[in-house]
């Protein structure tokens, strides 16, 4: 879009963020009639400095025209126990998602750096946090709690789950709203949800995006007592640990190629590489089979994420031993988190 916007249209705008830990990804929408409308799009990649990244591209919309926003939204991947709703941000959520840091290491400081960066150039602008975690709040206690005395669970230690915004963006695909759903967000990051009336009823991640199925460089669910014997042979350091399970495992880990799954697949030759997905498909498929226990039954399973909606043989893969479930339908949707971004932007008050 190009040349300036009139005022009455900059007014209309909305600027939604989606930050990663070194990535940053952009959506300007347009407050319509029944949803938003996407204006223009952009991201960047391997970044040092989310403040200087978000610059760049604020000078590349003031270029189109694009100079005043109505309202910012940032996707959150964590509100820590004291964020669990998508809200209008305040000096107080502020300070809580200050205090949540710890909960995501890896994702939280970038996102409160692009904040600050927003409230620098944008002053007086609502900034909206849109967290991945808001989804699973209806999750019952069953699902949420983890089987750990209760001063350790007091820390604010439970399931969490994550993926939110994709969950929300394919819902919104959905009319009517079939009643149990399973979700498999399958990307570099990975999880599967368990959906009834709209409502999710179990997750795979947990505390962190590092649990659940194993991913493209991060293990998932793991044996605790892998951590004590490692911390007994030479990983005494949490951040060594840490690096470990989030960018050494995964597909990358047990293939010791490469995390990409289409690189894999050209690679499958290769005993490591045919493991690494034989080893995916198999925790997806069992992730499905108990997000269907979860939910007693299932009618629709849908598949989104770069890996689910492109991997075509991956999903046949998956699919080829769940006949056992009653029948149910198979689609695949994609995920619009930014999208769904703007849509939370635009419904919450200031």
Same mark, same amino acid.
């Given at each position: 879009?190009?040349?300036?916007?009139?005022?009455?249209?900059?007014?209309?705008?909305?600027?939604?963020?989606?930050?990663?830990?070194?990535?940053?990804?952009?959506?300007?929408?347009?407050? &319509?009639?029944?949803?938003?409308?996407?204006?223009?799009?952009?991201?960047?990649?391997?970044?040092?400095?989310?403040?200087?990244?978000?610059?760049?591209?604020?000078?590349?919309?003031?270029?189109? &025209?694009? #100079?005043?926003?109505?309202?910012?939204?940032?996707?959150?991947?964590?509100?820590?126990?004291?964020?669990?709703?998508?809200?209008?941000?305040?000096?107080?959520?502020?300070?809580?998602?200050?205090?949540?840091?710890?909960?995501?290491?890896?994702?939280?400081?970038?996102?409160?750096?692009?904040?600050?960066?927003?409230?620098?150039?944008?002053?007086?602008?609502?900034?909206? %946090?849109?967290?991945? *975690?808001?989804?699973?709040? #209806?999750?019952?206690?069953?699902?949420?709690?983890?089987?750990?005395?209760?001063?350790?669970?007091?820390?604010?230690?439970?399931?969490?789950?994550?993926?939110?915004?994709?969950?929300?963006?394919?819902?919104?695909?959905?009319?009517? @709203?079939?009643?149990?759903?399973?979700?498999?967000?399958?990307?570099?990051?990975?999880?599967?949800?368990?959906?009834?009336?709209?409502?999710?009823?179990?997750? *795979?991640?947990?505390? *962190?995006?590092?649990?659940?199925?194993?991913?493209?460089?991060?293990? &998932?669910?793991?044996?605790?007592?892998?951590?004590?014997?490692?911390?007994?042979?030479?990983?005494?350091?949490?951040?060594?640990?840490?690096?470990?399970?989030?960018?050494?495992?995964? @597909?990358?880990?047990?293939?010791?190629?490469?995390?990409?799954?289409?690189?894999?697949?050209?690679?499958?030759?290769?005993?490591?590489?045919?493991?690494?997905?034989?080893?995916?498909?198999?925790?997806?498929?069992?992730?499905?089979?108990?997000?269907?226990?979860?939910?007693?039954?299932?009618? @629709?399973?849908?598949? *989104?994420?770069?890996? &689910?909606?492109?991997?075509?043989?991956?999903?046949?893969? %998956?699919?080829?031993?769940?006949?056992?479930?009653?029948?149910?339908?198979?689609?695949?949707?994609?995920?619009?988190?930014?999208?769904?971004?703007?849509?939370?932007? @635009?419904?919450?008050?200031?």
């Amino acid at each position: 879009m190009a040349g300036a916007l009139a005022v009455a249209e900059q007014e209309c705008l909305i600027l939604a963020l989606n930050c990663g830990s070194s990535s940053l990804k952009y959506g300007v929408y347009r407050a &319509g009639d029944k949803d938003p409308e996407l204006v223009c799009e952009g991201e960047a990649e391997e970044i040092k400095d989310h403040g200087l990244a978000l610059q760049e591209a604020l000078e590349g919309l003031a270029q189109k &025209g694009m #100079t005043e926003f109505w309202k910012v939204g940032h996707r959150v991947v964590h509100g820590g126990p004291g964020v669990r709703e998508h809200q209008t941000l305040r000096p107080e959520v502020l300070q809580k998602l200050q205090a949540a840091v710890p909960f995501a290491p890896l994702h939280l400081p970038a996102s409160l750096a692009v904040i600050e960066a927003v409230s620098e150039k944008m002053p007086g602008v609502p900034q909206v %946090i849109c967290l991945d *975690t808001a989804f699973h709040r #209806t999750m019952p206690d069953v699902a949420r709690t983890f089987a750990l005395p209760a001063a350790v669970r007091n820390l604010g230690v439970e399931r969490y789950g994550f993926h939110g915004l994709s969950v929300e963006s394919i819902l919104a695909q959905l009319k009517p @709203l079939p009643e149990k759903i399973v979700v498999a967000h399958l990307g570099n990051g990975a999880s599967l949800t368990a959906i009834e009336k709209g409502e999710s009823r179990d997750t *795979t991640m947990g505390l *962190t995006p590092t649990g659940g199925i194993m991913m493209g460089t991060r293990c &998932g669910d793991l044996d605790p007592g892998v951590m004590v014997f490692l911390a007994r042979h030479g990983f005494t350091s949490a951040d060594a640990f840490e690096e470990l399970v989030n960018k050494k495992s995964g @597909l990358l880990g047990v293939s010791g190629l490469t995390n990409d799954v289409r690189q894999l697949m050209n690679a499958r030759a290769q005993p490591s590489a045919d493991l690494a997905l034989r080893m995916f498909c198999y925790e997806v498929r069992k992730a499905i089979a108990a997000m269907a226990a979860a939910l007693g039954g299932i009618n @629709l399973l849908v598949f *989104t994420g770069g890996i &689910g909606e492109h991997a075509h043989a991956l999903r046949e893969q %998956i699919c080829e031993t769940l006949n056992w479930i009653d029948s149910f339908e198979i689609r695949v949707l994609p995920a619009q988190e930014d999208l769904q971004i703007a849509r939370i932007a @635009l419904s919450c008050s200031k």
